[in-house]
């Protein structure tokens, strides 16, 4: 059990997709955070995580009390049900502990404050992430904000590495199971088959959706039509941005150009999902005012989770 008088970083399942991602991405902005590792899973062996080259045991969550003396719970996946219900009382009972949440859907939606590339707000203890593939869209309303956007609507491309490392695997299969003339087997970790194949997000998950990225831009409608994409990497939208002002196109142009973000794609170069993984962040763009149709491309983005254990009163020291 962790001494209440050396507050730790605790992650869950760092072993998980994001999990690595994110071990990777502290290592080299925080490397002096006292951490602790537990898995959520069925098992009651010990994991082995890496982290920044070496390696680090990850013991089962059992007794939750094993959480007594964290400053910041970082959830990477979603537990099994009966582990999330334990995991939310605890944190309910133990208010002085932020939650930052990674997980696909979120622990707990309600009772959670998204937050988009900016510091939490001092009232947040639940903290939980935009989702990565509303990453790119919410980068072009940010920089389009000098024109009043004032309606967006998106289509957006969510890859199976969404669903974790069993999305990858189980999407790799599909492809083998269909290029040898065979049937995928059903689903276990994908919404559906999505070898070579698009199909449309549940109508929870797109409201949802809409829900996180109207709270991250108040005053802007938002009208998304997301797809799950038999891709393995990388989150594409193709948005359509209706302003309150009509700006000349040069003057969109330049204005994107300048975004500290945003890399503005050249001439005949298209935006790929593949080619944004890590965080390379590109923009395609066709202006016609008043709207402004664009296709940015995003990859996940961690500085949020950095913010947030920032805000928390964490001393790296």
Request: hydrophobic share 40%; with cysteine.
């Amino acid at each position: 059990m962790a001494s209440p008088r050396r507050p730790v970083l605790t992650v869950l399942d760092p072993t998980s997709l994001v999990g690595r991602e994110l071990l990777e991405h502290l290592a080299g902005c925080a490397p002096a955070l006292r951490r602790s590792f537990f898995h959520t899973g069925s098992s009651d062996e010990h994991l082995i995580a890496e982290v920044a080259g070496e390696a680090s045991l990850v013991a089962p969550l059992g007794d939750l009390g094993e959480l007594e003396g964290s400053r910041v719970v970082v959830a990477t996946r979603q537990p099994p049900v009966p582990v999330t219900a334990r995991l939310l009382d605890w944190l309910r009972a133990n208010p002085a502990v932020t939650l930052v949440d990674l997980t696909d859907g979120g622990l707990a939606p309600d009772e959670s404050i998204v937050v988009f590339d900016a510091p939490p707000p001092p009232e947040a203890r639940w903290v939980r992430l935009l989702d990565p593939s509303l990453v790119g869209a919410a980068f072009f309303l940010r920089a389009v904000a000098p024109f009043g956007p004032e309606e967006l609507h998106a289509t957006t491309i969510r890859p199976a590495s969404a669903y974790g490392e069993g999305g990858v695997e189980e999407l790799a299969g599909q492809g083998v199971a269909r290029l040898s003339g065979r049937q995928p087997s059903r689903p276990a970790v994908l919404p559906s088959v999505l070898a070579f194949d698009l199909a449309p997000t549940r109508d929870a998950s797109r409201t949802d959706l809409e829900q996180q990225l109207a709270g991250a831009f108040p005053g802007v409608a938002v009208r998304l039509r997301p797809l799950e994409a038999g891709v393995f990497y990388g989150h594409l939208a193709t948005v359509g941005v209706r302003l309150r002002e009509v700006p000349h196109p040069d003057r969109v142009r330049a204005l994107l150009r300048e975004d500290a973000v945003l890399r503005l794609a050249r001439r005949n170069e298209a935006p790929r999902p593949s080619e944004a993984v890590g965080s390379c962040r590109h923009c395609d763009l066709t202006a016609r005012p008043p709207a402004l149709p664009g296709c940015p491309v995003a990859g996940a983005r961690l500085a949020e989770v950095h913010r947030a254990i920032r805000r928390s009163g964490w001393q790296y020291e």
